[in-house]
T-cell receptor
């Protein structure tokens, strides 16, 4: 596709429900990132994939958060037993290369998750 | 690990200049700059590599001081379209790859 596509655009979940957020990166992009952005804050790193390999998941807040990219393209971020503090915009970004020194990040429009 | 941006917010009149700073406690490999408008995705502006180079994008330029571990973004003769939140991102190397860690942003408001 022309850009990074994320779905759903908005998600309302009741506390305790599981949610799955989808990211469709630009075709051929090796790197895929998930970020969490709270209102008025910068994107906070969650996890990074190089193709299908999850090389860094140090930013995942708890073991309720799980991400996968099984075929090196589409990625899913899953949050189990959602809590109110999980409410945020979840941004996905992809880039062409493994190293970001010459590789701009292309962001999707994000999924706004509201946990009630 | 998160870079520190200053100031947190700037209010300008159209045509005025601004400088946004980004500093890191870690050695910098590269610095990315992005602009995000309300409700939209961050949009790439430029990447600065080690070597203290300066880059330009329209009337927006940036510098990278490796020794001081900081980068600055310069907006000259600001236009209404420059309004938004500016984020710097620093590159953290992971073996064969790298990730970008963002600062908390600088909110820029331009008034006519």
């Amino acid at each position: 596709g022309a850009g990074v596509s994320q779905s759903p655009r908005y998600k309302v979940a009741k506390r305790g429900q599981d949610v799955a957020l989808r990211c469709d990166p630009i075709s051929g992009h090796v790197s895929l990132f998930w970020y969490q952005q709270a209102l008025g804050q910068g994107p906070e790193f969650l996890t990074y994939f190089q193709n299908e390999a999850q090389l860094d998941k140090s930013g995942l807040p708890s073991d309720r958060f799980f991400a996968e990219r099984p075929e090196g393209s589409v990625s899913t971020l899953k949050i189990q037993r959602t809590q109110q503090e999980d409410s945020a915009v979840y941004l996905c970004a992809s880039s062409l290369y493994p190293r970001q020194g010459n590789s701009p990040l292309h962001f999707g429009n994000g999924t706004r998750l509201t946990v009630t | 690990q998160q870079p520190v941006q200053s100031p947190q917010a700037v209010i300008l009149r159209e045509g005025e200049d601004a400088v946004i700073n980004c500093s890191s406690s870690k050695a910098l490999y590269s610095v990315h700059w992005y602009r995000q408008k309300h409700g939209e995705a961050p949009v790439f502006l430029m990447i600065l590599l080690k070597g203290g180079e300066q880059k330009g994008h329209e009337k927006i330029s940036a510098s990278f001081n490796e020794k001081k571990q900081q980068s600055s973004l310069y907006l000259t003769a600001s236009q209404l379209s420059y309004s938004g939140t500016y984020f710097c991102g620093t590159e953290i190397v992971l073996s064969s790859a790298s990730k970008i860690i963002f600062g908390s942003g600088t909110r820029l408001s331009i008034r006519p």
